[in-house]
């Protein structure tokens, strides 16, 4: 049904910025639940953002640092991420799903921070 694709990743330096784009296909942003995850080597994928049409989320160690946003014309989601860490570098994902849920994942995208 809804297909996933991130752009925009890339390697930085401590302190730059990046930002991450999801494209969307076969349904709605308008009406979905969407999401940033991240996933280092070795480590569990961990929730970042998130977005509803009501509300966005984020997780404690980004919080301040990075911004979720979707554009609806598009079927877009974004990603803003400024005051990068080597900590931040992971593969990130894009989500989405029903209100309340991720049932459908991209394929992510490579962030490496340098320090």
């Known amino acids: 049904q809804v297909q996933l694709v991130e752009s925009g990743g890339g390697l930085v330096q401590t302190g730059g910025s990046l930002r991450l784009s999801c494209a969307a296909s076969g349904g709605t942003l308008s009406s979905a639940t969407m999401g940033w995850f991240r996933q280092a080597p070795g480590k569990e994928r961990e929730f970042v953002a998130g977005?509803?049409?009501?509300?966005?989320s984020y997780s404690d160690s980004v919080k301040g640092r990075f911004t979720i946003s979707r554009d609806n014309a598009k079927n877009t989601l974004y990603l803003q991420m400024n005051s990068l860490k080597p900590e931040d570098t992971a593969v990130y994902y894009c989500?989405?799903?029903?209100?309340?849920?991720?049932?459908?994942w991209g394929q992510g995208t490579q962030v490496t921070v340098s320090s």
């Open positions: 989500a989405s799903g029903p209100p309340g849920r991720y049932d459908f």
């Open positions: 977005i509803s049409w009501r509300s966005t």
